[in-house]
């Protein structure tokens, strides 16, 4: 037992050796946030500002029972896709190490909706749908081929007619979309987007159909 303590305990100061020597042969206005290198001296605030001035009006929300990094990755594709803000509906908890950073930029809003079985409170969510003027548009499996849906029009309407921003809304891998949370989004004039599938595999992991959905979103809109 002594013998393996001593090395544990010469490994670890090998570790400190080398930190030592990384931090010293960092410049001082050096940073180590997960940024391009040329934003690498500025701070928060200042990073805030930037992100602030390249977002496009939408957000996302994603439906969080599990708390598993899903979710963090999700919020950190969101941030580099754009948008506004971010919302975590269900359970507060996730898995922050996806994030690497993406939440000291982009707003992320957690609200607590659910029941004692888990399951998601559908009345909180169109009342958040309602307070904050967004329309949901569910990522989910049965509604309209992502890659033929007129976002344009879409934007439009939101502008021009409803006054509200667009919302992605994405549920968890295992369960997708409550019935009854798309049947509120649906009386307050939200849709359904799919994505083709070909394989036989039950989905897509959930940032990567963000990704997908919000690239056609973006691309359509000019939002690049």
């Not at 996730?94 to 559908?122: F, M």
């Amino acid at each position: 037992m002594g013998a393996i303590q001593d090395e544990l305990a010469v490994m670890n100061q090998v570790n400190l050796n080398i930190q030592a020597l990384r931090n010293a042969q960092v410049p001082e206005l050096y940073s180590e946030r997960n940024v391009p290198d040329d934003l690498k001296h500025l701070t928060v605030p200042e990073l805030q500002q930037i992100t602030a001035h390249r977002t496009f009006p939408f957000s996302v929300m994603m439906l969080n029972v599990l708390g598993d990094m899903n979710v963090a990755t999700t919020i950190r594709s969101a941030h580099l896709m754009g948008a506004e803000s971010c919302v975590v509906f269900g359970r507060r908890k996730i898995d922050n190490r996806g994030l690497v950073g993406a939440a000291n930029y982009t707003p992320v809003e957690k609200i607590w909706a659910v029941d004692e079985d888990l399951t998601l409170q559908a009345d909180v969510f169109a009342q958040y749908c309602e307070s904050h003027a967004v329309l949901p548009v569910f990522v989910e499996q049965g509604g309209e081929n992502v890659f033929d849906m007129d976002w344009k029009q879409l934007q439009f309407r939101c502008e021009n007619e409803i006054k509200r921003k667009l919302m992605l809304v994405l549920g968890t891998e295992r369960e997708g979309i409550p019935t009854d949370i798309i049947t509120a989004g649906r009386a307050l004039g939200g849709c359904v987007v799919s994505i083709p599938q070909r394989g036989v595999i039950r989905s897509h992991n959930l940032s990567m159909a963000f990704a997908i959905v919000a690239g056609c979103m973006v691309k359509d809109l000019g939002w690049y």
